[in-house]
């Protein structure tokens, strides 16, 4: 039998051509079979000629991802705010979850 190497953390890949979202707000969460579908919206203005409209929240973004990875996040992301007000870590400084 032959001998199987250990299987080792996947290496980050850097596409440049991923889509870059912006979203001010998470408003909605749904779990469905194990994972969590979040929606993500930003304010926009209606600037139609004569027309004065609030500004309405737009969906610019869907994400779904199995729980347990959410909760990954959910725990970096609390680390990486602590860090950051802290001060031990500066702005601009990227971090990974590796």
Known sequence: MANIPAASAPSIVNNLHAPEVFA????????????????????????????????????TARLVM???????????????????KAGTIAPGSPRTLN
């Open 66 to 84: 199995p729980v347990a990875r959410a909760e990954e996040l959910q725990q970096f992301l609390a680390r990486f705010i602590a860090d950051t």
């Open 24 to 59: 001010d707000t998470c408003i909605g969460l749904l779990l469905q079979d194990g994972n969590i579908h979040f929606t993500f919206c930003s304010l926009r203005s209606d600037y139609q000629v004569g027309v004065q409209m609030p500004a309405n929240l737009v969906v």
